[in-house]
């Protein structure tokens, strides 16, 4: 009840984080259960309904990403000490972010499951009543357990994420009780002069995941996870090689926002780039990670249309549905962690101005940052592409 208290007192930005939510987590559910309405449909291809249900899998943990980051950025999940002294924690303030994480993606999987119904023609008396009952099976009935479970996948699993990380994340820490502040206090933060770690994990990881899609792209042809709708003929070992590239990337964007920072920072540096490179290396934990899940995602849309953009044929509807999620998810979580990201230095910010230092000073070291970033990972993610999609065009 807190929970919903809480949401309906919101800002108008905080309640479209959490509709977002609520959309990415619907069509999530949309590809479960249309999955499901697969191996119902046609029980001789079992084999065929679980590789398309691993498929979802993609699309589920970008969402439970975007579900985390729109957690942390929560207003609600802030702990203050006049909460604390009514008995809201950090630990309860972690449940209550749970709580309203998992409302917005059941919100979601219930609209998918009406949706879901109607274009099959389950449910009458709207426009398109069974628009799709070819593609989605109408004739073979749903198992209720399956369909329960399917839904209740997206909602557990944001859920238990976002408990994990505010728990153990810096808004663990309790903040003074100040209402006009959006500052999320990091008193233990590392050393920002301290380069992240991940950075030759990343590389090793990423390295790895070209040269296997490089050597696998010559086998037969035989795919062992045809992708859904479409791209049938993509080699199994192409797909985890690209799963190694994706997370390489993102181990490794951590440490090369942290080097863009000291690149900003060298040779006589003036005061504008000094604060850019400062903050940068600051935030290159928070922004990096999500920086490399979409340096990778768009290196894997660029590969995908040098392969298949003069093709005829389009993508399959599932396969699209699939694409946007992950492009979507992905984009928004960068969003969301640069706005945590801003509010974690909006103390520091309200010091400079207090100090004297000029807003349009404040603006050059944002732009500066973000063109930084752009010449580093933009080549980056074209390179990438070039080199995932070499093999399979040669």
């Known amino acids: 009840m807190l929970a919903l208290r ?36 046609h029980p001789a291809h079992s084999t065929a309904a679980v590789l398309r249900l691993l498929w979802c899998f993609v699309p589920l943990a970008t969402t439970v990403q975007f579900a985390v980051a729109v957690a942390r950025t929560d207003p609600s999940t ?15 303030l972690a449940v209550l972010a749970a709580v309203s994480t998992a409302v917005s993606c059941a919100l979601g999987s219930m609209v998918a499951l009406l949706f879901f119904l109607h274009l099959r023609g389950d449910l009458t008396g709207l426009p398109f009543d ?19 479970v399917l839904l209740a996948l997206v909602p557990v699993a944001a859920a238990s994420a976002s408990a994990l990380a505010l728990r153990a994340g810096p808004v663990s820490t309790a903040a003074p009780d100040d209402t006009s502040s959006d500052v999320l206090t990091e008193p233990e933060a590392p050393d920002p002069a301290a380069p992240p770690t991940g950075l030759p994990w990343g590389v090793a990881l990423t390295a790895t995941g070209l040269a296997v899609e490089a050597y696998m792209s010559r086998s037969d042809g035989h795919s062992l996870l045809p992708l859904p709708g479409r791209l049938e003929a993509t080699p199994a ?4 090689g690209w799963t190694l ?41 928070r922004i990096g990670r999500p920086l490399g899940m ?15 953009g003069t093709d005829a044929r389009p993508l399959g509807p599932l396969t699209a549905l699939g694409a946007v999620l992950v492009l979507g998810c992905t984009t928004a979580t960068l969003l969301t962690s640069a706005l945590e990201a801003r509010q974690a230095r909006a103390q520091t910010l309200r010091a400079l101005l207090r100090l004297g230092a000029p807003a349009s000073a404040l ?32």
Do not use: K, N
Request: aromatic fraction near 4%; proline fraction near 6%; charge should be positive.
């Open 6 to 41: 809480l949401a309906r007192g919101s800002h108008p930005l905080v309640l479209l984080r959490r509709l977002l939510v609520a959309a990415a987590s619907a069509g999530v559910g949309f590809l479960l259960l249309c999955t499901l309405s697969y191996a119902s449909g």
């Open 78 to 92: 802030r702990p203050r000490s006049g909460l604390s002294a009514v008995g809201l924690g950090p630990v309860r």
């Open 130 to 148: 069974g628009a799709a009952a070819g593609l989605l099976d109408a004739e073979a009935p749903l198992p209720l357990a399956a369909v329960l």
């Open 237 to 240: 070992g192409v797909l985890v």
């Open 245 to 285: 590239t994706a997370v390489g990337l993102a181990v490794a964007g951590p440490g090369l926002a942290h080097l863009c920072g000291r690149l900003l920072q060298a040779v006589r540096p003036g005061a504008v780039r000094l604060l850019a490179g400062r903050v940068l290396m600051d935030e290159s934990r």
């Open 294 to 308: 979409v340096c990778a995602v768009l290196a894997a849309a660029v590969a995908g249309y040098a392969l298949y």
């Open 363 to 394: 603006r050059a070291a944002t732009a500066l940052r973000a063109v930084a970033l752009l010449l580093v990972f933009a080549p980056l993610t074209w390179l990438i592409a070039e080199l995932a999609a070499l093999p399979l065009t040669a």
